[in-house]
């Protein structure tokens, strides 16, 4: 199995645990202020040795932040030692692969050995902002011929009589190296395939690839989709056994109620945006007494059973439960709440229930 992908698992928890970040900008916090936050929480990411940080692509989502994941990516290159550093994902049929080759292949160099690349086919917005990012190709996208180009362009490995075999390569790559004769030591960065159905999970699984999955959004589907990648599973130059990891929403806090007001405050965002309205989450004041009617309440229930709330030792024991259920390799959390302070306690919570160190280094 290669090592780059999997990287040694911590001491104190009994898998590598990670962490997926939206820059979340509930009601009240500005873009400056949700990204500060976020370079807080990398740093603490980083100092109590969970294994992974990635980054989530969104647009015109006013509560979340990460617009342009490999832009933060590469400010954080800079305020971390330790984390491995990613996209969870970046959403190819919106860029060009030469786009996404080149810019990760930018991180790698920045921070050798430390750089993932998550892919997803979802536009990560509505199907307005979709079409300004595709410039009219909303349903013309072909994923997989997308997705053989970007592997590609990261292994500088056209076939012989592709249109791009001999002049068009990433930079940074394997090909500039070759061409400044220089030794060839640049690693491109690891791909995984993200999704929440059966269809990354079936891609992943013949390529060979790790597979993320994301139960914070479908946790009805991810023993389905997680079954079907390890029946199927073809070994690869990447991966000789299947490797997964599984995406929860959490929110821990001191106390049990004030972990439930913080989810709550995030599952009515997902009610707005249920109901054809504008992602913003509101404070937990706002949303405890907002007049939901019965299909919003409805709706909100459904969401809120998605996250994973509690005290610290709550949210750890029902992690080692849905870990167990599913046989997952890693664990990825989402903090989801209102307010930077409230997501970064709740990390903290978590790291100390699974005896997480620290300071790492």
């Known amino acids: 199995m290669n090592d780059q992908i999997v990287g040694a698992p911590q001491e104190a928890a009994p898998?590598?645990?990670?962490?997926?970040?939206?820059?979340?900008?509930?009601?009240?916090?500005?873009?400056?202020?949700?990204?500060?936050?976020?370079?807080?929480?990398?740093r603490l990411v980083d100092r109590r040795g969970f294994h992974r940080y990635w980054v989530a692509e969104h647009h015109a989502m006013p509560g979340v932040t990460t617009s342009s994941p490999a832009m933060l990516l590469a400010r954080l290159v800079g305020e971390t030692?330790?984390?491995?550093?990613?996209?969870?994902?970046?959403?190819?049929?919106?860029?060009?692969?030469?786009?996404?080759?080149?810019?990760?292949?930018?991180?790698?160099s920045m921070a050798p050995g430390r750089i993932d690349l998550g892919i997803g086919r979802a536009p990560g917005t509505d199907?307005?902002?979709?079409?300004?990012?595709?410039?009219?190709?909303?349903?013309?996208?072909?994923?997989?011929?997308?997705?053989?180009?970007?592997?590609?362009?990261?292994?500088?490995?056209?076939?012989?009589?592709?249109?791009?075999?001999?002049?068009?390569?990433?930079?940074?790559?394997?090909?500039?190296?070759?061409?400044?004769?220089?030794?060839?030591?640049?690693?491109?960065?690891?791909?995984?395939?993200l999704g929440s159905s059966?269809?990354?999970?079936?891609?992943?699984a013949q390529l060979g690839l790790p597979f993320a999955f994301a139960a914070h959004l479908a946790d009805q589907n991810v023993m389905m989709a997680v079954d079907l990648y390890r029946r199927h599973f073809q070994p690869s130059a990447v991966l000789d056994t299947p490797y997964v990891m599984a995406?929860?929403?959490?929110?821990?806090?001191?106390?049990?109620?004030?972990?439930?007001?913080?989810?709550?405050?995030?599952?009515?965002?997902?009610?707005?945006?249920?109901?054809g309205r504008s992602f913003v989450v509101p404070t937990a004041e706002e949303a405890e007494t907002y007049a939901y009617s019965t299909r919003e309440r409805r709706i909100m229930a459904m969401w809120n059973a998605?996250?994973?709330?509690?005290?610290?030792?709550?949210v750890v024991e029902k992690l080692r439960a849905w870990q167990g259920r599913v046989g997952a390799d890693e664990l990825m959390i989402l903090n989801l709440g209102h307010s930077p302070q409230a997501i970064y306690r709740s990390t903290e919570l978590i790291a100390d229930g699974f005896g997480l160190p620290q300071n790492v280094g």
């Not at 390569?169 to 090909?175: E, L, N």
């Open 15 to 42: 898998f590598p645990l990670s962490i997926l970040d939206f820059a979340m900008a509930g009601r009240g916090v500005t873009a400056p202020e949700a990204l500060e936050a976020s370079i807080e929480l990398a």
């Open 247 to 275: 995406s929860f929403g959490v929110m821990a806090a001191d106390d049990d109620h004030e972990a439930q007001r913080q989810a709550w405050a995030y599952s009515h965002a997902m009610m707005r945006m249920s109901t």
């Open 198 to 204: 059966d269809y990354s999970a079936r891609l992943a």
């Open 127 to 193: 199907m307005n902002t979709a079409a300004a990012l595709r410039r009219g190709q909303i349903g013309k996208e072909d994923f997989p011929a997308q997705f053989t180009e970007l592997l590609a362009f990261l292994d500088d490995d056209f076939p012989d009589d592709h249109p791009f075999k001999a002049g068009v390569y990433a930079v940074p790559g394997r090909r500039q190296e070759q061409e400044n004769g220089v030794p060839r030591s640049f690693a491109r960065p690891p791909v995984w395939l």
């Open 81 to 108: 030692q330790h984390v491995r550093l990613g996209a969870g994902g970046m959403m190819l049929p919106n860029f060009p692969p030469l786009v996404v080759a080149e810019q990760f292949g930018l991180l790698a």
């Open 306 to 314: 998605k996250i994973l709330s509690g005290t610290g030792h709550q």
